[in-house]
């Protein structure tokens, strides 16, 4: 039985830090909205933000014009500013990007022309003895340095993004998971296991269901769905952590929208390798082992999905196979640091990235908003949406505000 109903001016479905970003900034640019934000968890951040690499991107690698390059430009500055007013610890150690084969060397003065494209200053084309000056345990052909990539604790701003926004009037409503949005002439009709809402307007901002919420918002439908790719985290043992100094990432395939296992310092302490990326048999899996049935078979029936299957089989088994095999992935790291073994890694976390898929088979490779007359639907948010999520925030905000 629902126990209460709300008016409200905005509903904003998802407390990750895409949610709260857009809740902040909704709040900041117009104070005499009303905002509630509804999270099916007892606490914020409980998915893809709280299971993230914990890198400040840089706009490196994306397409320059993009969604992706302009908002990570502009949030990356936005979250710097923001960490600084609110004492939140980052470190913009830098990064390197590593060709460990002469066949990734186009990729790479690519992926230097986009950076020097998408404004990035101080970029350093490396030979390998410039490599081991910043890296002394790397191998590969050559490589690049980047020295605006940091690392930080994505969970810590998006509690401090909650807190703002409470204590500017917002309210967040956890425990309760959207179930039913009906859109109306003036109003639309919110529906959770809890409670109704009768609200102006609904911002989906679900991730990992951000198309199931979509769907609700627009009765004929939407056009993507949401395919689950987990990855899989080891931590390289105490003893061992002297073989990274900070962050040290592969060329990535340019076929594909994930970066390649990494080396990644974290910001309370420790090294983490990976992640890979396997389908998830469940969108909230984060263990081989779940399986939601329902889900999967969702995923599998999805049109574009089968394209994708087409296309990307051969290096999906090979995800899949260092998945299962340990021994595999530390090779795939051994390209990058040839003295890492096997019995240094330790199992460490896993997170599942939300990545749109459209009907023919195109993983989306830019950020995503569909709007309708009554619902703005945040429906691709991957990486670096956390790096980006003031920005996204902003973006979301100021179409709000030409509704309002
Ligand atoms: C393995 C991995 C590594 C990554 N590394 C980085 C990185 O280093 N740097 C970077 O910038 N980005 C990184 N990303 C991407 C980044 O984490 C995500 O893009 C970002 O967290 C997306 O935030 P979000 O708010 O859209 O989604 P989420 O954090 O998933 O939040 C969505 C929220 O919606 C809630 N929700 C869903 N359905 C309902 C419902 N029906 N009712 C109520 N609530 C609902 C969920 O419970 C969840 O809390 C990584 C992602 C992954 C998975």
Redesign the pocket.
Known sequence: MLSDTFMTDVVI????????ATALQVKQQRPGLKVIL????PD??????????????SGLYYKPGSLKATNCIRGYKMLIDFCDAENIPYDLCGKIVVATKQEELPQLETLYQRGLLNGLGGLKKLSLAEMREIEPHVTGVAGMFVPQTGIID?KQVSDKYAQKFQSLGGEIHLN????QITPGTSLSIVV?NKDRYETKLVVN??????D??AQLTQPGGVDVRIVPFR?EYFKIKPQKEYLVKNLIYPVPDPNFPFLGVHFTRMVHGGVEAG?NAVLAFQREGYKKSDINLKELFETLAWPGFQKVAAKYWETGLGEMYRSFSKSAFTKALQALIPEVQESDLEPGG?????QACDRTGGLLDDFAILETDKAIN?VN?????????LSIGKTVSEKVMIRF
């Open positions: 479905i998802g407390g990750g830090i895409v949610g709260l509804i999270e099916k968890e914020v951040a409980r998915h893809q933000t709280g299971h993230n690499s914990g890198v400040i991107h994505y309760e998971r959207v179930e959770t901002c679900a991730g990992l269901y951000s199931k919420m990855g992640p896993a997170g599942v990235r939300a945040v948010a991957p990486s670096p949406a956390a790096t980006s999520s």
